[in-house]
């Protein structure tokens, strides 16, 4: 059996790069080979400022030299993850930094956060359409269950109409920032071949809801940003195609015997 050393998928020679994607929101994005996908960071800049998500850490030390490019690392107010899993926020060391605030869903709080040895508590937790103030930007939880993790949730930024969805409405490639092309077959694609999803019923639930929330840019954490034209597409495809796990994970076909 293959032992398994740390530095696996660490993705540390990954270049990383950085653009303002709409109104002091900046995308850190970091494009990982072997994957073929990009790792993307949002920081909200604000009178507090906000990263949501953090990368694996191998990425961390670029994703932290970008954040320094835009602010100081100590005026860091909060780093958010959306669901429990090393590429939301393998970068723990962004906590180290005093006076930085985890805020996350309250099931990763529940399941993930409390009754651990040496894991953060230090946290914010929120329930569905709750709400925190980071100066002009309001940040809103949406709970978002089972998309693709029990603890999932995602971001809207109510001024700017900005919808953070994590793992949904992700695409493959190293594109650019924002692209209008209608990249939605190579996500059903993706998904298919990850094997992310257990079934389509939550996804499509989620969808419907964010679809009326009518975003004005919607930031996935792997692939490009999708502005308001383009994103009815991909809101289609999840409803139109299958993409639930069947037997393929992570690009490798499952033998149950
Ligand atoms: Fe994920
Ligand atoms: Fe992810």
């Not at 850190?28 to 953090?54: A, M």
């Amino acid at each position: 059996m293959p032992e398994v050393s740390r530095d696996y998928h660490v993705a540390k020679d990954s270049p990383v790069s950085v653009s303002e994607i709409t109104d002091g929101i900046y995308r850190i994005s970091g494009f990982v080979k072997e994957f073929g996908i990009t790792f993307n960071q949002f920081l909200i800049n604000d009178e507090k400022p906000t990263l949501i998500h953090t990368g694996p850490i191998g990425l961390y030390e670029r994703v932290e030299e970008k954040v320094r490019e835009i602010i100081s690392l100590d005026k860091l107010s909060y780093v958010a993850f959306l669901h429990f899993e090393s590429d939301e926020w393998g970068g723990m060391e962004f906590l180290k930094t005093p006076g930085v605030k985890l805020l996350c869903s309250d099931l990763s709080s529940k399941l993930n956060l409390v009754g651990w040895n040496n894991v953060p508590v230090n946290h914010i937790s929120f329930w569905d359409n709750e709400t925190i103030k980071t100066g002009r930007r309001t940040l809103r939880f949406i709970m978002t269950p089972h998309v693709h993790h029990w603890d999932s949730m995602m971001i809207f930024e109510d001024t700017t109409k900005s919808l953070f969805t994590s793992d949904l409405f992700i695409q493959p490639g190293d594109n650019k920032p924002t692209v209008s092309d209608d990249l939605s077959e190579s996500m059903i694609a993706l998904y298919k071949a990850a094997g992310i999803f257990a079934s389509e019923g939550p996804v499509r639930q989620t969808t419907r809801r964010l679809v009326k929330m009518e975003p004005r840019m919607v930031f996935p954490m792997h692939g490009s940003c999708i502005d308001k034209s383009t994103f009815p597409k991909y809101a289609d495809a999840i409803m139109r195609n299958e993409f639930a796990y069947s037997d393929v994970l992570l690009g490798q076909k499952l033998e149950v015997s």
